[in-house]
């Protein structure tokens, strides 16, 4: 049979003031060297209810009563006793409010939240004149409220953001919108619950090359950070078959907050596209010395985009041939883009012209609202405002 373990009676005030900071159990065994957390128990329970008289005894010359014996207990620990019940008194019922009627049911739990680690849950019951059942009965109905509040909270941004962030997003937002501090499973839990799990991404087609005549030097070389604003750029075409129609996109994107700087869209994949492209990102941004990176399609190896690009102080960058991770970045915007916006609602769409608005909407969104992980949970122009 092994031997009891003795604890010095600094170790118990110790370990109760520990308790009363909100230190776990385990925190508190590893601090102070404690075996088991029955010991901790103990000792709150011996605090709780005025015992600590108990704390100075040592092992084997515990009253092997259910309270100890009152001839055992000095003047003095009578009097620490007696005082220690009436600060109890004091603490609680200057929490609680004169009027009894006011006494409401989220006052109660939050009473016994705040003390229980000083005083035991019966003692507070008594004293604000409630059974105990009642404070757990409300205390669980507490715990429902709270917990639809905050999966309605999880719909909310769902639905705001058209089902297009996964769990992680929907914590930071959480946070910031709602204060609420929870770990990322714990929302990714409910998500899964609740069946609002984020559209998962088509797989993407394959580039069609173009033929190539002025290829560059790929001096991006996968490097997609940028110290500056406008100090690298780069720039993709992806394509919305609707019906018999095709419809293209040409964007811009500053590697600097992933923001699209221009776009222009057209039912032709020709170098014009390309070039009214050029030209908006050129008037909407300041000046500067300014890599431009693209695949090698046939719009951007043209005399046009090259001189264009050339004219304005911009240096060209190209993927080496048949290769899109060169190009990640936008390639990602674009499969994005597709996910949650044109495969979501490509069957409710009637005419290209409703197309183009709600491609439109998603640029403007993305920009203003939409939060990357890479960017701390802000939206490219928010990352821009704040670091500036």
């Known amino acids: 049979m092994g031997t009891r373990k003795s604890y010095s009676e600094e170790i118990k005030w110790k370990t ?27 000792w709150m329970k011996w605090h709780r209810e005025g015992e600590t008289y108990r704390f100075s005894r040592s092992v084997g010359k515990q009253s092997t009563l259910q309270k100890a014996s009152e001839e055992g207990i000095t003047e003095i620990e009578k ?16 929490k609680v409010p004169r009027n009894r009627e006011e006494l409401v049911k989220e006052v109660v739990v939050e009473l016994v939240k705040l003390m229980k680690n000083e005083y035991s849950i019966k003692e507070i019951c008594i004293l604000i004149g409630i059974p105990r059942s009642t404070y757990y009965r409300w205390k669980n109905k507490a715990k429902d409220i709270k917990k639809a509040k905050l999966e309605q909270a999880i719909l909310t941004i769902c639905m705001t953001n058209h089902f297009r962030y996964g769990h992680r997003k929907v914590t930071a937002l959480l946070k910031r919108k709602y204060n609420y501090h929870l770990n990322r499973k714990t929302v990714q839990k409910i998500m899964q619950k609740k069946s609002l799990q984020c559209r998962v991404k088509r797989k993407r087609r394959t580039c069609i090359n173009g033929e190539s005549r002025i290829v560059v030097e790929n001096l991006l070389n996968r490097s997609f950070q940028a110290t500056n604003p406008n100090e690298k750029w780069v720039t993709d075409i992806t394509y919305f078959p609707f019906g018999t129609e095709m419809l293209y996109l040409s964007s811009i994107m500053d590697l600097y907050n992933n923001e699209i700087i221009a776009y222009e869209i057209s039912n032709r994949q020709d170098v014009t596209l390309v070039l009214k492209t050029v030209e908006k990102a050129i008037k909407s941004q300041q000046k500067a010395e300014i890599i431009l990176h693209s695949d090698q399609g046939a719009v951007y190896t043209s005399y046009a985009f090259q001189t264009l690009s050339k004219e304005n102080g911009i240096t060209t960058s190209m993927s080496r041939k048949g290769n899109c991770h060169d190009n990640a970045v936008i ?51 928010e990352y821009k405002k704040q670091v500036a």
């Open 331 to 381: 390639e990602s915007f674009h499969s994005s883009l597709k996910s949650e916006l044109f495969y979501s609602q490509e069957k409710q769409l009637h005419s290209t012209s409703t197309l183009k608005q709600l491609i439109h909407d998603y640029i403007e969104y993305y920009n203003t609202e939409r939060i990357p992980e890479k960017l701390n949970y802000l939206s490219p122009i």
């Open 79 to 94: 009097l620490q006793i007696e005082n220690r019940k009436l600060k109890m008194q004091i603490d609680i019922l200057k």
């Open 16 to 42: 109760i003031e520990l308790k009363k900071q909100r230190y776990t159990n385990k925190e508190i065994m590893d601090q102070l060297g404690i075996k088991n957390k029955a010991q901790i128990k103990t």
